[in-house]
C-alpha cells in the first residue's frame, strides 16, 4: 500500500505503485473469480454466517447484550420523566461548572481569561449578529484586514454559537457577558449531552452523570481554557444520541437530528467536526456491522441527516475555500511538528492542581493529554469480557481516536491528511483529543454501570457513582484562572470618529500600534463603531495584511501613507495606552510635522493616557 512494486516478464514491465491501482486489480481479479466460479454472494453468504457466530457458544462467552439491564425500577433515565431528567441534569452541570470554572461565575460580565482569543470570539460572534438581520449573504465578509473578504472565515466562525446568542446582543446584553454565556455552555452541555448519552444505552443514572462529568471536566479543557471554540464539544455526545436513535427506530426526525447536530459542530469548531465526521464513520459502521442487517429505511434517513449537514455546512465551507484561495492551507510541517507521542498522555496542563508537575516533564504546547486516571480505570472495566457491540464500537472509536491524536507519528492521520482535503486545513492534531476523552466518558459509564449491576443495595450503588464523580473532578481541578478586566464600553474617541464620519459610508480605519498577533482589542473596540479595519487579528494573515505591516514600521513616512491610500483608510487612531509615553510623544510630534497630510480630529483622555484621531487626506 506504501510503495508498490515492479514485474518484469517478457519484456514488459507491469508496475503497481499506488493503492488506487492495487485496488483496481483487486477489483478486476475479484470479478474474474465470480464469473468464472460463481458462489453465493457476499452479501447474502456474510449475514449467514455471523448469525450462525451469534448462535455459538464461544459468542455467548465473549458477547454480552448492548444495554445493562437495570436492576431498580429508578435507574432509567430515558424512560421515565425525561424531562425532569433533563432539568436535573442541566441544573447539576450548571452547578459543577460554576464550581471547575471558578471565580469565573463571579466576574461573567466584566472579564475574561485572556485578552486575546476571547476578544477575537467575542468579535466574531458580534459581527454575525450585526450582519444577520441585514445583510446576511455578506456575513462572512468581516471588517477586518481590509480591503480582503470572506475574513470571518480565516479562523473559527462560530456560526452556530452566534446564531443562539444573537437575540441577547440584538437586546443589547453586554459582549462580555454573552461570550462568558456561550463558554460555561460549553462545559454544560458536554456534560448534559453525555448523560443523555449513556443513560440511554445504559439505563443508568450514576453512570451517566459520572460519563457526563468526565467528559465536560477533560483536563484538556483547562489546558486550552481561552480557546472558546474548543469548549464547544456539546454536539458531539448529541450527534451519537441521535445516531443510536436513528439505529434503534429509524425515524426521520432522529435522522434529521443527528445532521444538524453534526452541522452545529463544524459551525461551532471545525477541527471537532472534522474529527466528529471520521469518528462516526468508524463507530457507526462498526455499530451497524454489529446490527448485521440495517434495513433501507434507516440508511434512507441516516442519507437525509448527511444531506441536511452538508446543506448547513455548504455556505461555511464555501467561504472557507474562498478563504483558502488567499492565505493557503496549512503546510505538512506543521502538523508534523505538532503531532503527539505516546509520552505525551502523561502530561496534565500545568494548572492542573494534582498532576500539574507532570506537564513540563511529559508535555509540549498543545500536547497535554493526560485524560484522567478514573476515566481510564472505568473504561477498563467495560472492555474487561464479555463485551458487547456497543462496547467494541466505542473501544474502536477510542482507538481510532488516540491514532488520530499522534497525528504523523501514527499511519492514520498520515493516510487522511494525503486523502481527504479537510484534514489539510489542519495543524494539531492532537486536539483529536476531545473524542478520546469522549469515548473514555462513554466506556467509563459502562463501567459504573458494570460495576452496579453487583450491588444489590440502592444506596451503594448511589455511593459508588458519587465516589467516582468527585474522584474525577479532583483530577481535573484547576489552580482559579487569572481574570482579565474587559471595558464594557469603547474609548470616547470612536465617538468623535462616527461624529466627523456623518452619514456617509462606513470608513476604513488604522488602529495604531499596528503590530501581528495583538490586534484584536481594535476588533474589539470595531464591535462598537463596526467601521472597517485594515488591522486583523485571525488563525491566517493575508498577505496584504503582512505587507501593510511592513510598510507602517516607519508610520507616518511616505510609504506607510500610501500604503494605506491605497486600501482606502479615511482615519488613523493612535492609541497612546498601548505605547510607551516617550514613544507616543515622539510619533504625534511626526504625525504634526507632516500637517498636509493628517488632520487632527480629536484628542481624549484614556486608561490614563491619551488617545488621538487623525484625518488623512
Not at 327 to 352: C, D, H, K, M, Q
Not at 568 to 582: D, K, M, N, S, T
Amino acid at each position: 500500500m506504501s510503495g508498490g512494486f515492479r514485474i518484469r516478464m517478457a519484456g514488459l514491465r507491469f508496475s503497481l505503485t499506488s493503492p488506487y491501482r492495487l485496488l483496481l486489480w483487486a477489483i478486476a481479479i475479484g470479478l474474474v473469480r465470480h464469473f468464472a466460479a460463481p458462489a453465493i454472494p457476499i452479501y447474502r453468504d456474510l449475514p449467514c454466517r455471523l448469525a450462525a457466530w451469534r448462535r455459538s457458544a464461544a459468542y455467548s462467552a465473549f458477547v454480552a447484550p448492548d444495554i445493562i439491564q437495570p436492576s431498580d425500577a429508578t435507574e432509567q433515565p430515558s424512560g421515565h420523566r425525561p424531562l425532569g431528567f433533563l432539568m436535573g441534569l442541566l441544573f447539576l452541570f450548571t452547578v459543577l461548572t460554576a464550581v471547575m470554572t471558578y471565580p469565573q461565575v463571579r466576574r461573567m460580565g466584566d472579564a475574561v481569561s485572556d485578552p486575546g482569543d476571547p476578544l477575537l470570539n467575542m468579535w466574531a460572534m458580534s459581527w454575525i449578529a450585526h450582519e444577520l438581520p441585514t445583510a446576511p449573504t455578506h456575513v462572512f465578509d468581516g471588517n477586518i484586514f481590509a480591503p480582503e473578504r470572506g475574513t470571518l472565515a480565516y479562523s473559527e466562525t462560530l456560526l452556530a454559537p452566534a446564531v443562539f446568542v444573537a437575540p441577547l446582543l440584538w437586546m443589547g446584553v453586554s459582549r462580555v457577558l454573552v461570550y462568558n454565556l456561550v463558554f460555561v455552555s460549553g462545559f454544560i452541555f458536554s456534560g448534559v449531552g453525555t448523560a443523555l448519552l449513556v443513560g440511554e444505552l445504559t439505563r443508568n443514572t450514576g453512570a451517566a452523570i459520572v460519563a457526563g462529568i468526565i467528559f465536560a471536566y477533560l483536563p484538556f479543557r483547562f489546558d486550552h481554557y481561552p480557546q472558546l471554540q474548543l469548549q464547544q464539544a456539546q454536539w458531539i455526545p448529541l450527534a451519537l444520541w441521535s445516531f443510536h436513535r436513528v439505529m434503534r427506530r429509524g425515524r426521520l426526525r432522529d435522522g434529521l437530528w443527528l445532521g444538524a447536530f453534526v452541522a452545529g459542530q463544524v459551525l461551532s469548531c471545525m477541527y471537532y467536526g472534522i474529527f466528529l465526521a471520521s469518528y462516526l464513520v468508524v463507530v457507526g459502521g462498526a455499530l451497524m456491522l454489529a446490527k448485521m442487517s440495517v434495513s433501507r429505511a434507516r440508511l434512507g434517513v441516516l442519507a437525509a441527516g448527511v444531506a441536511l449537514a452538508v446543506a448547513l455546512v455548504a455556505p461555511a465551507g464555501t467561504a472557507y475555500l474562498a478563504a483558502h484561495e488567499v492565505v493557503g492551507e496549512r503546510g505538512a510541517e506543521e502538523a508534523i511538528v505538532f503531532s503527539a507521542t505516546w509520552r505525551n498522555y502523561l502530561a496534565a496542563p500545568g494548572t492542573n492542581r494534582l498532576y500539574g508537575w507532570s506537564a513540563e516533564r511529559f508535555g509540549a504546547i498543545e500536547r497535554r493529554l493526560f485524560p484522567g486516571l478514573v476515566a481510564v480505570t472505568l473504561a477498563a472495566v467495560a472492555l474487561w469480557p464479555p463485551w458487547s457491540p456497543i462496547r467494541a464500537a466505542y473501544a474502536l472509536g477510542l482507538v481510532f481516536a488516540v491514532n488520530l491524536t499522534l497525528g504523523f507519528n501514527a499511519s492514520t492521520y498520515r493516510f487522511l491528511y494525503e486523502h481527504a482535503a479537510p484534514f489539510r486545513a489542519l495543524r494539531i492534531p492532537p486536539l483529536a483529543v476531545i473524542l478520546v476523552g469522549f469515548s473514555l466518558a462513554v466506556l467509563a459509564g459502562f463501567g459504573i454501570a458494570r460495576m452496579s449491576a453487583v450491588l444489590k443495595a440502592q444506596r451503594a450503588r448511589a455511593a459508588l457513582a458519587l465516589v467516582c464523580g468527585v474522584a474525577v473532578m479532583v483530577e481535573g481541578c484547576s489552580t482559579p484562572v487569572s481574570l482579565t478586566t474587559i471595558p464594557g464600553a469603547p474609548p470616547p474617541i470612536y465617538s468623535d470618529l462616527l461624529r466627523d464620519i456623518g452619514d456617509s459610508s462606513p470608513a476604513t480605519i488604522i488602529d495604531v500600534p499596528m503590530i501581528i498577533g495583538q490586534d484584536q482589542t481594535y476588533m474589539y473596540y470595531s464591535t462598537f463603531h463596526w467601521q472597517t479595519l485594515v488591522n486583523g487579528y485571525s488563525g491566517f494573515f493575508p498577505p496584504s495584511y503582512l505587507r501593510l505591516v511592513a510598510a507602517m514600521r516607519e508610520f507616518p513616512d511616505a510609504r506607510s501613507l500610501d500604503a494605506l491610500r491605497s486600501r482606502g483608510a479615511r482615519y488613523a487612531v493612535i492609541h497612546g495606552e498601548r505605547l510607551a509615553p516617550e514613544e507616543y510623544q515622539q510619533l504625534i510630534r511626526a504625525i504634526d510635522a507632516c500637517r498636509c497630510e493628517l488632520t487632527l480630529v480629536a484628542r481624549r483622555a484614556w486608561q490614563d493616557r491619551e488617545i488621538s484621531l487623525y484625518r488623512l487626506q
